[in-house]
């Protein structure tokens, strides 16, 4: 049986706890079936995500190196962030990116709307590919982080060597590839047409 042939299932209750500005945890009770009994289901409310592949006119792709407390770990990961309330996602793209890494978002293309954890979370991550201004010299970074600027092979080589391994981050590459796929069979050629 297919989904489109299921009925959807009958949310009987949320009750919404605020933990923090940044998260609220969701309790709903799902009914599947009518007759059967209800289930108790969590999961976490967050802002949207915002992640961008952002390349330059010289050919390099930011990655940005800062400490996540979560995993408490420094990790590499894509420029990225939270999608404001007075924002829409393209704006929050272009500043985020200035933010993160002082660059100019010359020309911004949306890769889509993707669920972040179907099982866990109830926000979305919002992806894009920028054309960017080159570096800023006098750019200083946000306190504990750090900006390096990397070619799309290296990018793929820190994914195979572990060092990057952001797994949302790794497959807003693969969207890269596979939305520009018809344009060009070399990923480091990809987006010449729209330079």
Known sequence: MSHKDTKPALIKSRVETTLSPWVRLVQKEVQFAPGEPAHIYHSLALADYIAILARTPSWLFPIICQYRPAIEQYTWELPAG??????????????????????????????????????????????????????????????????????????????????????????????????????????????????
């Open 82 to 195: 939270l999608l404001e309330l007075d924002e829409n996602p393209m704006q929050s793209c272009v500043r985020e990116l200035k933010e993160e890494t002082g660059l100019k978002a010359l020309s911004v293309t949306s890769l889509g709307v993707y669920y972040t954890d179907t099982g866990r979370l109830e926000n979305r991550q919002h992806v894009f590919f920028v054309q960017a201004s080159e570096p800023n010299p006098d750019f200083v970074p946000e306190s504990g982080t750090e900006v390096r600027y990397v070619t799309f092979e290296k990018l793929k080589e820190l994914i195979r060597g572990r060092q990057f391994r952001h797994q949302l981050h790794i497959a807003v590459l693969q969207l890269y590839e596979l939305y520009f796929a018809s344009q060009a069979s070399d990923p480091n050629n990809l987006l010449k047409a729209k330079s």
